[in-house]
């Protein structure tokens, strides 16, 4: 039983986590047929800036509720600043050519964005233990977990909801979709797909920091949080196909149990088990669980 709970308890969590650091991954997939390794990047911004923020506001004695409005407000300002710098400064300049080249290029961002961590934070670790600590722990079973996860997993629930709202109850929703269908007949009934673009790519960017700045109280931020992210990431969005928001919710679920029964039954096959999964996924279904149907040009 004790095993038991702790592979749900576990495994939920870190399918919150999952799925906040890759469903902005998905939806710039979705929209502009990015493969963006640089969501690392934002990963790791967010997660810099908040672990920033905090240590700065509790070196004295201000009171802990702050941090939780300061750590989305990090997340805002390093998403939408670095979002908009990327889209505006690069990427703009790149769409309609081959995805290889795109994929080169999110990577070069992704190398910069690492070491513009490195200039502006340095290479020593940052711990922002306060908020996660300052709500206590709460026991399920003899175990003891820290309240501030099951809050990670409200933010997640809450994000899927509101995209997914968002998406097909109001009208900006249902045009991007009419975008995800079809640029070019989009831009010929008028609706700006740039600005579409625009607006996609920095709440992508947004999602990626914040799921970095949620989980900063965490876990210690050091060097190379990035890229152990984007790889899990991409496992989520190709399990749950490339570009489906409930896609990569349930990618998360999946890859959060099997990581989590990994690790309380067989420890060494944590990593492993991951990639296992996706591969027998990907063996019954080569486009992911929940892929968009993709047209065919005549």
């Known amino acids: 039983m004790l095993t038991a709970v702790a592979i749900i308890v576990d495994g939920l969590g ?15 997939y979705g ?8 969501h690392g990047g934002f990963y790791a911004l967010g997660a810099y800036s908040a672990a920033w923020a905090v240590g700065l506001y509790t070196q004295t004695d201000n009171p802990i509720a702050v941090t939780y409005f300061l750590i989305p407000l990090m997340a805002i300002v ?8 990327i889209e505006r400064g690069v990427l703009r300049f790149m769409y309609g050519r ?18 513009v961590t490195k200039l502006v934070w340095g290479t020593e670790s940052y711990v922002a233990w306060q908020p ?23 933010v997640a629930v809450l994000c899927g909801a509101v995209l997914y709202w968002g998406l097909t109850h109001t009208r900006v929703g249902k045009l991007l979709l009419v975008v995800i269908e079809d640029r070019e007949v989009s831009g010929a009934l008028g609706i700006n797909v740039t ?22 109280p965490e876990i210690s931020v050091v060097p190379g949080i990035g890229a152990e992210i984007i790889v899990m990431a991409f496992a989520v969005i190709v399990i749950g196909g490339m570009g489906s928001i409930p896609g990569a919710m349930i990618g998360a679920l999946i890859v959060g149990f099997a990581r989590a029964a ?32 993709e047209g065919r040009k005549i």
């Open 195 to 216: 600005l579409f673009f625009t607006v996609t790519f920095v709440i992508g960017a947004t999602l990626g920091a914040l799921g970095g700045a949620l989980t900063a």
């Open 132 to 154: 996660a600590y300052a709500l206590g722990t709460l026991e399920i079973v003899g175990i003891p977990y820290t309240v501030y996860k099951f809050v990670i997993i409200g």
């Open 78 to 85: 390093a998403g939408v600043f670095a979002g908009l710098l």
């Open 14 to 28: 870190f399918s919150a986590w999952l799925f906040l650091s890759s469903v902005g991954l998905t939806l710039i």
């Open 262 to 293: 990994a690790v309380h039954l067989y420890p060494p096959a944590e990593l492993f088990s991951i990639y296992l999964v996706m591969a027998a996924v990907l063996a019954v279904k080569p486009y992911g669980l929940f892929a968009l149907a």
């Open 98 to 115: 081959d995805e290889v080249l795109m994929v080169l290029v999110t990577y070069a961002i992704f190398l910069i964005l690492e070491d």
């Open 31 to 38: 929209v502009m047929r990015i493969l963006n390794i640089a």
